[in-house]
């Protein structure tokens, strides 16, 4: 075995024994947790995709399918879950293999570092270095094992990623002090139009803001317009990439900016025409009814976060 494919193949085991560690399979619950989907009879336990329009639960080979027509696809996750990054390599692997060539974006990643990022994904960087050029721990810090395995294997197959993200401390300049803080030169770094106007979307972030813990969000207003710069902005630069090229694009993003259809989808569909799906890999807890708007497909999981055995996790800004 090459020492690239070893290298590969440990960070896929390091997950699975972060998976393990978690002890969410360690612990039985009283009741098993099940979901169910509004207006639909039945109910839905821990592995099952649901395409939510039908309320039927679909094999993965048949959920593959469905995703042949759409150009862009939005895949989400709970950062901290380990279940979620293997199941996003599943489904890349997948569509990889059905549909050929594609490309990624990638919120984990600020759009200003897209040199740094192209470098390493062409091979002329090491991995230590991008980890350190790419600002890693200070941009995004959730830990980079997470990630590495679905980045190493798009770097394996010379696929291109798109970092879309606002620079950071823009964003929580923002959150701060609101928009009319930035100085001209940081507001050009953000999207030209920012929709602070959605009051469905407005009252999900209101609920987000009331269990947000940081001392320094004192204003709603302020934690709303962040969140919608971070969604332009991101909905912005897929739009112009989709505007320039045929190829399909899988956007992962946090559940937070997916769900409902809210956050980075609509916003990316009012700046240009395209097939879509949105898939939310959904912790599940305990007896759930999930909204049929909430996404066009829900991937049930475990909620194996590392919240439960090391504490609340600290990002380093307000998203939900």
């Not at 930035?182 to 050009?188: A, D, F, G, Y």
Request: aromatic share 10%; proline share 4%; net charge positive.
């Amino acid at each position: 075995m090459k020492c690239a494919e070893m290298r590969g193949y440990l960070s896929v085991a390091s997950l699975m024994v972060s998976l393990a560690m978690c002890g969410c399979a360690l612990t039985k619950p009283a009741m098993p947790p099940l979901a169910s989907v509004e207006g639909v009879r039945g109910h839905f336990r821990i592995g099952r995709i649901i395409h939510l329009d039908t309320g039927k639960a679909l094999s993965f080979d048949r959920f593959i399918d469905q995703l042949e027509s759409k150009g862009l696809i939005f895949i989400g996750e709970k950062h901290d879950n380990p279940e979620h990054h293997l199941i996003q390599v599943q489904i890349l692997q997948a569509l990889m293999a059905r549909y050929g060539d594609l490309n990624v974006a990638m919120e984990f990643f600020q759009e200003s570092r897209q040199p740094v990022l192209d470098r390493y994904m062409e091979g002329t960087s090491t991995e230590t270095v991008f980890l350190k050029d790419v600002a890693w721990r200070k941009a995004w810090s959730f830990d980079y094992y997470f990630y590495r395995p679905l980045i190493f294997m798009l770097r394996e197959k010379r696929r291109k990623i798109h970092a879309i993200n606002a620079p950071n401390d823009i964003v929580k300049k923002v959150a701060r002090a609101g928009l009319d803080s930035l100085k001209p030169e940081e507001r050009n770094q953000l999207a030209k139009d920012i929709d602070l106007s959605n009051e469905k979307h407005r009252a999900y972030l209101r609920d987000v803001y009331k269990q947000h813990t940081s001392q320094d969000l004192k204003r709603f207003d302020y934690f709303y317009q962040a969140q919608c710069v971070w969604e332009d902005t991101m909905a912005e630069n897929i739009a112009e990439y989709l505007k320039e090229n045929e190829k399909r694009v899988v956007v992962f993003a946090g559940n937070g900016h997916i769900i409902n259809g809210y956050g980075i989808p609509e916003r990316t569909l009012k700046r240009v025409r395209v097939n879509m799906a949105t898939i939310v890999l959904y912790p599940l807890t305990g007896r759930e009814t999930i909204k049929k708007e909430t996404a066009d497909y829900v991937w049930l999981t475990g909620d194996c976060s590392r919240r439960h055995f090391m504490g609340r996790h600290k990002h380093a800004s307000p998203q939900p």
